[in-house]
C-alpha cells in the first residue's frame, strides 16, 4: 500500500500569508495526486487534481505542484474562508490519504 | 447539477450491521464509480471502497475487507454501504463520492455524511 505524508500536521498563519503544504508518497504516484479542503461539520471539497490541474470554481490563488514522490499546494495570499484541514490523496494505486493539515489562525 | 444526498445518522450496539444510503441525481449515474471515505471523530480521511454500477464491479480497503458490501440500484441511482461486525472503532462520518475516472482520478462531489455511532 502507498502510504501519504503531510507536513506540517498544523499550522498557524495570518490572512495575507503565502501558505504551502507538502505531500510525500511512499512510492511514485505519477502525478496522481490530489489535494482536499475540509471545514468542520462538511464534506470534503476537491481544490486540485492531477498534481497541478485546479478543479472548476475554486480560487486561483490555489495552486499545486510536484512529480514523482513528492507534491505542494500553496495558497498564494491566505483568506479568512480558507482556514480548514487540508488532505492530499494518491489515487495511483487504489486511493490513499495523508493525515491532513490543520491551517489556523 | 450533481446532488448526493446520504440518509440520515445512525446508532447501533457492537456486534450489529449498518446499511447507508447515497441518492445521486444530475449525471449518469452508470458512467461513474461511487467511492465510501469514513472519517472517525477528530480523525482524517480513510477511502473504503469503490462500486462501478455498470457492472457491479467492486474493490475494498483491506482495513474493512469482509465486513463491507457496496451495491447499487441503477433503477434509482442510489448507492449502498453495508457494514457489518460493528464496533467502537466504526464510529464516524460516513461520506459517499464520485469518482472521476477518465483517465485521472479523483472525488469530485460528495454527500453530506452519516453519522454511525456504535455503542453499548
Known amino acids: 500500500d502507498i502510504q501519504m505524508t503531510q507536513s506540517p500536521s498544523s499550522l498557524s498563519a495570518s490572512v495575507g500569508d503565502r501558505v504551502t503544504v507538502t505531500c510525500r508518497a511512499s512510492q511514485d504516484v505519477n502525478k496522481y495526486l490530489n489535494w482536499y479542503q475540509q471545514k468542520p461539520g462538511k464534506a470534503p471539497k476537491l481544490l486540485i487534481y492531477?498534481?497541478?490541474s485546479l478543479q472548476s470554481g475554486v480560487p486561483s490563488r490555489f495552486s499545486g505542484s510536484g512529480s514523482g514522490t513528492d507534491y505542494t499546494l500553496t495558497i498564494s495570499s491566505l483568506q479568512p474562508e480558507d482556514f480548514a484541514t487540508y488532505y492530499c490523496q494518491q489515487s495511483y494505486t487504489s486511493f490513499t490519504f495523508g493525515g491532513g493539515t490543520k491551517v489556523e489562525i | 447539477q450533481v446532488h448526493m444526498v446520504q440518509s440520515g445518522a445512525e446508532v447501533r450496539r457492537p456486534g450489529a450491521s449498518v446499511k447507508v444510503s447515497c441518492q445521486t441525481s444530475?449525471?449518469?449515474?452508470?458512467?461513474?464509480?461511487l467511492a465510501w471515505v469514513r472519517q472517525a471523530p477528530g480523525q482524517g480521511l480513510e477511502w473504503m471502497g469503490w462500486?462501478?454500477?455498470?457492472?457491479?464491479?467492486?474493490k475494498y480497503a483491506e482495513a474493512v475487507q469482509g465486513r463491507v458490501t457496496l451495491t447499487t440500484d441503477t433503477s434509482t441511482n442510489t448507492a449502498y454501504m453495508e457494514l457489518r461486525s460493528l464496533t467502537s472503532d466504526d464510529t464516524a462520518v460516513y461520506y459517499c463520492a464520485r469518482e472521476y475516472n477518465r483517465g485521472w482520478y479523483y472525488f469530485d462531489f460528495w454527500g453530506q455524511g452519516t453519522l454511525v455511532s456504535v455503542s453499548s
Open positions: 462500486i462501478s454500477p455498470y457492472n457491479g464491479n467492486t
Open positions: 492531477a498534481a497541478s
Open positions: 444530475g449525471y449518469d449515474f452508470n458512467t461513474y464509480s
